[in-house]
């Protein structure tokens, strides 16, 4: 191979052989960096501990809804609390309201509450559920 002037030409490329390594080495470095990042986010926001889902709805005037929801946890001895809202026919939120489900020999259970809205009701839903209880919400 002829050697060009680096001055005038720049730097020489790499070989072919080379160059097949550096592909190699940058395709292995991609796929491990994928794996880190799917065990990362799989450890982070795979299954949760407690799922909630809205079993029905009805809407019981014009400010309330009941909702009722199916709760199922990993540990039923863990209480747990779950975020149900009010949304009107634009989707927004206009009611909230945080239930306790207390312990349980059972890993599903059927809560029911009612929440009050701003605006008329449309449907209720529920935000999600989650294992850290509050304090306020335990009853003592």
Excluded: H, N
Excluded at 15 to 26: F, H, P
Excluded at 102 to 130: F, H, M, N
Aim: proline share 6%.
């Amino acid at each position: 191979m002829i050697e060009r002037p680096a001055a005038r030409y720049g730097r020489q490329r790499l070989s072919g052989r080379r160059r097949r390594w550096a592909a190699i080495a940058l395709t292995a470095l991609a796929l491990v960096a994928g794996v880190v990042v799917a065990l990362v986010a799989s450890a982070r926001f795979g299954s949760s501990d407690v799922t909630g889902e809205v079993g029905a709805y009805e809407l019981l005037g014009d400010d309330t809804v009941s909702v009722t929801i199916t709760v199922t946890r990993k540990d039923p001895s863990r209480p747990v609390t779950c975020i149900v809202r009010a949304r009107s026919v634009d989707g927004s939120e206009t009611g909230r309201r945080e239930v306790l489900v207390p312990p349980s020999t059972e890993k599903t259970v059927l809560v029911t509450t009612e929440v009050t809205a701003t605006r008329q009701p449309a449907l209720g839903d529920i935000y999600g559920c989650g294992v850290d209880v509050p304090p306020y919400l335990v009853s003592s």
